[in-house]
């Protein structure tokens, strides 16, 4: 991708302000629907089942995350679900802490399997648990993985005919049309708050929202939401202060800035 794609795709973003609809973590929530918002989208959070039908035909995106698991939660994934295949617009699938426990598992695969998901993102051992390989997620902290992540994304996105994205200090694209980026902004910051993988997904979804090709489109998302990561780490005193910088930085990223720091391969 080049400078101007990215930069393209950012100011598609700001000129629609795209809906997107969230089932999403309680954990994180508030910050999801934050950089929603200072990308220039429309974020909403509705999860009773009485009204997310209603609410996806409203939207130009669901992105659902499993990070607060209930089956309450996953019942109105499926009916939310559902309604954006039949409107046709894309499903982002954040399978927060799987791998963890063998009920989120079973969980992952019922929504794999009733929905078709536009995108699948998580952290290492957390997709590779969705890709059938034995390794046990650290809550939701990513463990080793002995299998080359390239492989795994690939396989994956081709038995699920969708787009994977693995997240962590080199981020992993893969389509099941066989194109591959590779995402190389971020800060170590970025590990020492809760909720950056949650609102990388919610990202990820304001991208799609206006971008069909959805490994393109999360690419950019990926890229622009890590370069504001990297201009906020140089003025935070720590943790807390960074969070706020993080939003501030996605609020002014510019042409400028991306040209200057992006860098996808």
């Given at each position: 991708?080049?400078?101007?794609?990215?930069?393209e795709?950012?100011?598609?973003v700001?000129?629609?302000?795209?809906?997107?609809?969230?089932?999403?973590?309680?954990?994180?929530?508030?910050?999801?629907a934050n950089?929603?918002?200072?990308?220039?989208?429309?974020?909403?959070?509705?999860?009773?089942?009485?009204?997310?039908?209603?609410?996806?035909?409203?939207?130009?995106?669901?992105?659902?995350?499993?990070?607060?698991?209930?089956?309450?939660?996953?019942?109105?994934?499926?009916l939310?679900?559902?309604?954006?295949?039949?409107?046709?617009?894309?499903?982002?699938?954040?399978?927060?802490?799987?791998?963890?426990?063998?009920?989120?598992?079973?969980?992952?695969?019922?929504?794999?399997d009733?929905?078709?998901?536009?995108?699948?993102?998580?952290?290492?051992?957390?997709?590779?648990?969705?890709?059938?390989?034995?390794?046990?997620?650290?809550?939701?902290?990513?463990?080793?993985?002995?299998?080359?992540?390239?492989?795994?994304?690939?396989?994956l996105?081709g038995?699920?005919?969708?787009?994977?994205?693995?997240?962590?200090?080199?981020?992993?694209?893969?389509?099941?049309?066989?194109?591959?980026?590779?995402?190389n902004n971020g800060?170590?910051m970025?590990?020492?708050?809760?909720?950056?993988?949650?609102?990388?997904?919610?990202?990820?979804?304001a991208?799609?929202a206006v971008?069909?090709?959805?490994?393109?489109?999360?690419?950019?998302?990926?890229?622009?939401?890590?370069?504001?990561?990297?201009?906020?780490?140089?003025?935070?005193?720590?943790?807390?202060?960074?969070?706020?910088?993080?939003?501030d930085?996605?609020?002014?990223?510019d042409?400028?800035?991306?040209?200057?720091?992006?860098?996808?391969?």
């Amino acid at each position: 991708m080049h400078t101007k794609d990215v930069y393209e795709l950012l100011a598609r973003v700001r000129a629609r302000g795209p809906l997107v609809h969230h089932i999403t973590n309680w954990v994180t929530i508030y910050d999801c629907a934050n950089i929603v918002k200072v990308f220039g989208a429309s974020p909403v959070m509705a999860h009773a089942v009485e009204e997310v039908a209603d609410m996806v035909s409203l939207a130009s995106a669901l992105v659902l995350n499993i990070g607060t698991l209930t089956k309450e939660i996953i019942a109105a994934m499926k009916l939310a679900g559902g309604a954006a295949n039949k409107k046709g617009i894309p499903v982002v699938l954040d399978v927060c802490g799987a791998g963890a426990t063998p009920f989120r598992d079973r969980m992952c695969e019922e929504l794999l399997d009733s929905v078709q998901i536009a995108v699948i993102k998580g952290n290492s051992s957390e997709v590779a648990r969705v890709a059938g390989e034995n390794v046990q997620t650290k809550g939701v902290d990513a463990a080793h993985v002995e299998k080359n992540l390239i492989h795994v994304a690939g396989e994956l996105a081709g038995k699920r005919t969708c787009t994977v994205v693995i997240t962590g200090k080199e981020d992993i694209i893969a389509d099941h049309r066989g194109n591959v980026y590779k995402v190389n902004n971020g800060h170590e910051m970025m590990a020492e708050i809760v909720g950056t993988g949650c609102m990388a997904a919610s990202v990820i979804g304001a991208f799609a929202a206006v971008e069909p090709d959805t490994a393109r489109a999360a690419a950019a998302g990926l890229c622009c939401y890590e370069i504001a990561a990297e201009f906020a780490a140089e003025d935070a005193m720590g943790p807390g202060s960074f969070k706020e910088l993080l939003f501030d930085r996605v609020h002014a990223l510019d042409q400028t800035a991306i040209e200057k720091s992006m860098r996808i391969s």
